[in-house]
């Protein structure tokens, strides 16, 4: 566990695997924290240079008044990896985390040789339907919306569960502040132009259960990037990293290996 002071902003990060080793950044999802990866990253190889981090107003990084621009998001990545003297990462991103590899990549090429967008798109609902969400948090908090959250995020199979608690937990206990902010970020996002100018090796990743970012969704940006791959899941939802750690931590180490990182 690391705080990393950047200026305005302190985000915690963590790293694991070796350091001299390719790097692997991942980011996580709205109203999740670096957690949702750990059964991935302990599936990895050892050899990677694995860094997580928590987006402002979620885990244990700051949490600044709402609202939060994409831009803002984006230029956190940016300004953690240069700190980090990141180079050339994989960057993989879950819904929100997505939203941000698109960015960085457009901005950064430098920073970012090829990206996973996993469960996002470059245009996530509509401005009025972010504008319900952040209406109906702001009257009853998150825990009002949190059964919606978890049928969205898994699967019936999964709901049954007792780890479900886990995650609902995780939910109703982020910041409302930095939900509500980077949900504003969500609303006012549109990617299409700019990841349609991307050329970096992608790989897309979708579940059949995604009540959030629906397969038809992600593989439409998927399109967008030239020589993408598309790989669907079946009996997932939202969260593929959590529901299935084996299946997702083997396609990424693939897709990982294939490009020769």
């Known amino acids: ?102 960015g960085l990549a457009a901005k950064r090429l430098d920073l970012v040789r090829a990206m996973v967008l996993s469960n996002t798109a470059a245009k996530i609902g509509t401005r009025g339907t972010w504008q319900e969400r952040i209406a109906a948090v702001e009257a009853g908090g998150i825990e009002a919306l949190a059964d919606g959250i978890m049928e969205k995020w898994f699967t019936r199979a999964f709901r049954e569960t007792a780890e479900l608690k886990l995650w609902r937990n995780m939910v109703t206990r982020s910041p409302q502040e930095g939900y509500i902010g980077t949900c504003h970020a969500i609303a006012g996002t549109d990617f299409y132009t700019t990841t349609a100018a991307l050329t970096l090796p992608t790989l897309a990743i979708a579940c059949s259960e995604d009540g959030s970012t629906p397969p038809d969704l992600v593989r439409e940006t998927a399109e967008l990037v030239k020589g993408s791959e598309f790989h669907l899941f079946r009996a997932a939802g939202h969260i593929p990293c959590v529901e299935q750690p084996d299946a997702y931590a083997s396609r990424l180490t693939e897709f990982l290996r294939a490009i020769g990182h």
């Not at 695997?17 to 050892?46: C, H, Q």
């Not at 694995?50 to 803002?72: E, F, K, Q, W």
Request: charged share 25%; glycine share 10%.
């Open 1 to 102: 566990m690391h705080m990393a002071d950047l200026g305005d902003i302190s985000l915690h990060w963590r790293e694991d695997g070796s350091p001299s080793g390719a790097p692997v950044v991942f980011a996580n999802s709205l109203g999740t924290d670096l957690r949702i990866w750990d059964d991935v990253v302990a599936r990895l190889p050892e050899s990677y240079r694995v860094i997580r981090y928590d987006m402002r107003g979620h885990g244990l990084s700051d949490c600044p008044p709402a609202p939060y621009a994409m831009g803002t998001l984006v230029r956190d990545a940016e300004r953690l990896l240069d700190r980090l003297a990141v180079k050339e990462c994989v960057f993989v991103g879950l819904s929100v985390g997505g939203m941000v590899a698109q």
